[in-house]
């Protein structure tokens, strides 16, 4: 996404991802068989993004390089459930539906439990809801006020085509309401984009109560008599085969059957094969396996903005000294728990102070 210049001179040219997550979709298969092939499983990875900003503005909120942590949580498509959803089921946190964006109802849901949300279909699964949940969690631990909190669905001119659901964690904040997170049902579009590209199987397997026979199309190619015939572009005509689906070829094959020759456009080029071609065959195989392209349950998180919202979040001004301001972070979170501050220069105070800091508190000599 972000050109960069590589080397001394300048000509080589490099782009800079725009998020971590194409790197756990690229390592699927070994992760899958670290986890012996079971799902669900999930990936997590932490590490720079980039935008192409062309005028940074906002402070820390709009940057050209950023933290950013993401988890790939890989379901079977025909389950979407999560084994730890009954423990977050009662919890209530704040939507705003798209629906209720296009009627320009700023009310927020606050009254639903997010069990009660997916049964409704107001979110579309467990796994994302789960997700949505534990954010919400965190983000109040961490600092960030409940009420400054709010989930926005995509609406329909905003949802990316290969998303089943999407949900944005927003806070407000003295820039408004800004986004921190994002929570988005992809379905199998990244796995399918690079399976495609690729030619690596990018599969689960579902195990079967009773064996079933698959029957695929097989494409066999004369080589020799499309090579002296064709020459170069025989490559072409190879590679369109390669890139066929299941069905298609299965189609092309009923093309030849009925009118003994095939007409395919490569590269805006036209090519017609006959008998001496090309030849279709059937191949049937009898499996207890079926296999599928799991879909991917995304939630991401803007490291850096999360701080800011703490930050901000956190920042008190004292009610008779606005001069003196001060951060109020929860015990948990907070780099100092307590403070011993000696007022006076006095050798034995000062003794007993270090003493009793040495173990429980942090001493800050003025």
């Not at 026979?213 to 572009?233: I, N």
């Not at 015990?331 to 403070?339: D, E, R, T």
């Amino acid at each position: 996404m972000f050109k960069a210049d590589i080397g001394p001179t300048g000509q080589m040219h490099g782009y800079l991802r725009p998020e971590t997550a194409q790197g756990i979709f690229i390592n699927f298969r070994r992760l899958a068989e670290f986890n012996n092939g079971r799902m669900p499983f999930a990936a997590a990875q932490i590490g720079m993004g980039f935008r192409n900003e062309i005028s940074p503005r906002q402070g820390l909120l709009r940057v050209r390089e950023f933290t950013m942590a993401e988890i790939e949580h890989f379901v079977d498509p025909l389950d979407k459930s999560h084994s730890k959803f009954e423990e977050i089921a009662e919890v209530k946190i704040p939507l705003w539906s798209a629906g209720a964006q296009e009627a320009n109802n700023r009310e927020l849901v606050t009254d639903l439990s997010i069990g009660e949300a997916v049964a409704q279909g107001v979110v579309a699964n467990e796994t994302i809801a789960y997700f949505m949940t534990r954010t919400y969690q965190f983000l109040t631990y961490v600092g960030i006020k409940a009420e400054a909190i709010r989930f926005r669905q995509h609406m329909s001119n905003e949802m990316a085509h290969y998303a089943n659901d999407c949900w944005d964690a927003e806070v407000e904040t003295s820039y408004g309401w800004i986004e921190i997170a994002g929570h988005s049902d992809r379905s199998a579009f990244d796995l399918t984009r690079h399976q495609a590209k690729t030619k690596v199987e990018l599969n689960a397997g579902r195990p079967l109560k009773n064996p079933i026979q698959l029957t695929s199309t097989l494409v066999s190619l004369d080589k020799k008599v499309c090579g002296k015939e064709f020459k170069k572009d025989q490559q072409l005509i190879v590679k369109f085969f390669d890139d066929a689906t299941a069905d298609e070829k299965k189609a092309y094959a009923e093309t030849f059957a009925e009118k003994k020759e095939l007409v395919i456009t490569v590269s805006d080029k036209t090519f017609t094969l006959k008998e001496i071609h090309i030849s279709f065959s059937e191949q049937t195989k009898t499996t207890m396996e079926e296999k599928y392209t799991p879909h991917v349950i995304e939630p991401s998180y803007g490291i850096g903005r999360i701080i800011y919202c703490v930050f901000e979040h956190c920042f008190k001004v004292r009610e008779k000294d606005a001069q003196r301001t001060y951060f109020d972070f929860p015990p948990h979170v907070s780099p100092v728990k307590c403070s011993l501050l000696p007022l006076m220069n006095n050798a034995d105070m000062n003794k007993k102070v270090r003493e009793i800091s040495k173990s429980n508190f942090t001493l800050i000599q003025v």
